[in-house]
Every structure is written in structure tokens, then in C-alpha cells.
């Protein structure tokens, strides 16, 4: 079994999906779980460490792996975004030296290339779709703002460590040179180059028997494929019933995804968190709106440019801002619930995380995707509604739409 540890909700749903959809049985469980598994090939426990100070994402990382390893699995994959999502402290490095050393590891593979969401390395430096990352719209991110698209240069500042690189030509060459050079590097973390799907099941193959392998779903993938029967088992439900979207995501791919509901004249409510800091109140005016519009396949949305999140930020504090809002949907998220709603969208990573806890999601089985990397989740308890956990770049403009329409 493969057991990958995630350092956000829609990162997990993005690698659980990648994992299904080369042929293994997958469940998502959301933070470390208490109950023994069901009978499954991959499991992916997700954390909200991504943003968390560092001690906190390696402690919680850690207590993940201790379960994962209790349960005899035989690999551990770390995911982390495709865009390297991060500051210079962290937190990819500390987790990924923390599970390091704990599984004596060494050396260690990582890569975000992820060919299926326009993310590849090449010679070390990351690209998104044709723009380098310091050049994408990632550079302006509210949060982690990447200005450097040198992966070597990035991972090395956060681990003080000398990192690695597998070039492009190495991987084209196949995975016995791979294994070679594997076996032949100095550095104890190796970056490996990745443009295509090939570049990647070339990997999965050399990394098949690596104790500890990290990045994105698409290496993930690689792995899954080196085991997996190349199939996605069949699925026991389809996504229909009463939806809802709730979004918090402010990337361009989402605002577009927002735009794209509002053209269509979908009924929308805009949470105000400089109006209204208060999030019970925030999220009673949200569902007394509902409740007046009766709504079908409502969008309730606090996304905003990312000049409009500086202005709020400014005015409310970053972290009393995020509190306010998650706070508020995941109130808006049970009130919804309470009234009906059987399908529930969200957009962004932390607005996923606030959902899950809120209904207090302990996790599911992964189904068929809305989107690449967008999975439709069947929890566990039949009482909580079907989950689509996006995260904020994934997706086509009409995403949120097709997903909320009638039984998706």
C-alpha cells in the first residue's frame, strides 16, 4: 500500500485522484485517523500544514506517518502544490527532511512537474504552462508569492542542505540511468526534471522501491502506474442532488471560474468581512439569503482580486481576515447541509479545509473527476453530502458551473 501524506485538502483530493486513476482502490482521510483502513491499495491522509509555522507541519506530518507506517505501508509519499507553494523557511523543506530522516531515506526524489495542470521542470527551474513561476500569475500570490523559479535555489534555502538535480537528460535516457544516477549522487534530496506524462512513469518505475518519494500528484501518479492495473476501479455512487459552491479561492483560475457562474446568472451571495467581521453573523446573513432566494445551485463566495485581499488584509489583520472567512463558510457549509444541500463544491485549499472540519468529514472514498485533479469524494457517513474539494488553479472556466448544474 501507498501511503502519501498531503500538506492541504485539494492537494490530497489532486493526489488521491492521481492514485485512482491509474488503477489503485484509494481512500482520503482528512487529518490522521482514528479507525483501523478498509480494504484499499493507496491512502492519503490530509493535513492543513501548507500555511502552518513550520514545528507544526513537521509535528503533524510526523504523527501521519507514524499511523501510515503502523498500517505496513510500503511507500510514503509527501505532496506539496505544483507551483512549490512556500516561503524560504518552508514549510516543503523542513517536512520533507523531517520524513527524511525518520525513514532514513536518502536520497530523495522530488519533483511538482504535473503535465496534466501545465506544471514541468525543466532543468530546475519550474514552469506554469509557458511561463516560468516567477513569471506566472503566482508571483502576486496573497500568501506565498513565488519570485523564484529555480526549485535547486529554493528547496536548498529552506534546507541548508546541498539538493541535487536529475536532468531532463538523465530521465529521457530511461530509468536504469535514472537508478545510476540515483545511486551515484552527493546530495541527499535530487530535484528530477519532468515535461511530460512519459518523463514521470519513466520515474515511477526508477522510484518504485524508494522508502520516500515527494511532489506533486503527477509523480504520484508515476508510482501508482509502476504497480496499478492502469484502470480506475468502478465507481459505487454518482454525483446528484441538491448543490451548492463555495468559494474562497482569490487565484485567477477560480476568479475566472466565479465570473463564469455570475455571466450565467447564477444566484450569488458575497460574503463582506469588512462590512461584517463578525463570521456567526457574516454566515446568518449568507444562509438567511438562501433561505430567501430558495436558490438552486446557489454560489456563496468571499474570492476577490488579489489587490482587493491586500485592501481587506490591510484593514482586518492576514490572519484575522482568514479566521473571519473560514470561520464564516464553514458555518455556511452546516447551515447549508441542515437544508438539503446533497453536493457540495468549494474552492481553494483552505476553504476545503474550513468545510471539512466544519462537517466534521473524517473521509471517503475518491470517485470519478469533475476536472483533472478534481475528484468527486463519497464520505464515509452517509449523512454528510457528496465533496468536490477544488483546489484554486485547477479546473476549466466553466468548472463550477458544470459541477453544480443538475446531477453533475
Known amino acids: 500500500m501507498i501511503g502519501a501524506i498531503a500538506d492541504d485538502v485539494t492537494g490530497a483530493t489532486d493526489v488521491a485522484v492521481a492514485l485512482r486513476r491509474n488503477g489503485l482502490r484509494t481512500l482520503l482521510y482528512f487529518g490522521v485517523p482514528e479507525p483501523d483502513l478498509p480494504a484499499a491499495e493507496a491512502v492519503v491522509v490530509a493535513l492543513t500544514s501548507r500555511m502552518a509555522p513550520a514545528a507544526t507541519a513537521v509535528a503533524d506530518s510526523l504523527r501521519a506517518l507514524k499511523w501510515l507506517r503502523a498500517r505496513q505501508v510500503r511507500q510514503v509519499y509527501f505532496k506539496y502544490c505544483s507551483t512549490f507553494d512556500s516561503t524560504s523557511d518552508g514549510n516543503i523543506g523542513p517536512v520533507l527532511a523531517a520524513l527524511a530522516t525518520a525513514l532514513d531515506a536518502d536520497p530523495v526524489v522530488t519533483t511538482p512537474s504535473s503535465p496534466r495542470h501545465g506544471r514541468t521542470q525543466y532543468r530546475g527551474h519550474l514552469f506554469v504552462g509557458d511561463q516560468l513561476l516567477a513569471d506566472s500569475p503566482m508571483r502576486e500570490h496573497p500568501v506565498t508569492p513565488m519570485r523564484e523559479s529555480n526549485l535547486v535555489h529554493l528547496l536548498h534555502a529552506q534546507l541548508h542542505q546541498p539538493v541535487g538535480l536529475l536532468t531532463h537528460d538523465t530521465v529521457r535516457a530511461g530509468e536504469t540511468a535514472v537508478r545510476q544516477a540515483i545511486q551515484q549522487a552527493t546530495a541527499r534530496y535530487l530535484l528530477a526534471d519532468a515535461t511530460t506524462e512519459e518523463d514521470l512513469l519513466v520515474l515511477g518505475r526508477a522510484l518504485a522501491n524508494a522508502p520516500l518519494v515527494a511532489g506533486a500528484a503527477g509523480l504520484a501518479g508515476g508510482l501508482a502506474a509502476a504497480t496499478g492495473s492502469g484502470r480506475p476501479p468502478e465507481d459505487d455512487f454518482h454525483p446528484s442532488g441538491p448543490a451548492a459552491v463555495l468559494s474562497g479561492s482569490c487565484s485567477a483560475r477560480t476568479l475566472e471560474q466565479v465570473a463564469e ?141 458544470t459541477a453544480s448544474g443538475p446531477d453533475s
Open 261 to 401: 457562474l455570475l455571466r450565467q446568472g447564477r444566484p450569488a451571495h458575497r460574503l463582506d468581512p469588512v462590512a461584517l467581521p463578525d463570521p456567526e453573523a457574516l454566515a446568518a446573513r449568507a444562509l438567511a439569503w438562501f433561505d430567501s432566494t430558495g436558490a438552486d445551485g446557489p454560489l456563496i463566495y468571499s474570492s476577490m482580486s488579489p489587490a482587493e485581499l491586500r485592501q481587506v488584509q490591510d484593514i482586518l489583520g492576514v490572519a484575522n481576515s482568514a479566521r473571519i472567512l473560514e470561520r464564516a463558510t464553514g458555518l455556511i457549509a452546516l447551515g447549508l447541509v441542515e437544508r438539503g444541500i446533497r453536493r457540495l463544491i468549494t474552492a481553494g485549499g483552505e476553504t476545503s479545509g474550513a468545510v471539512v472540519a466544519a462537517l466534521g468529514v473524517r473521509g471517503g472514498a475518491v470517485g470519478t473527476e469533475a476536472a483533472p485533479g478534481v475528484p468527486w469524494i463519497k464520505p464515509v457517513d452517509p449523512a454528510h453530502p457528496l465533496l468536490l474539494l477544488k483546489s484554486g488553479n485547477f479546473g476549466g472556466p466553466e468548472l463550477l458551473a
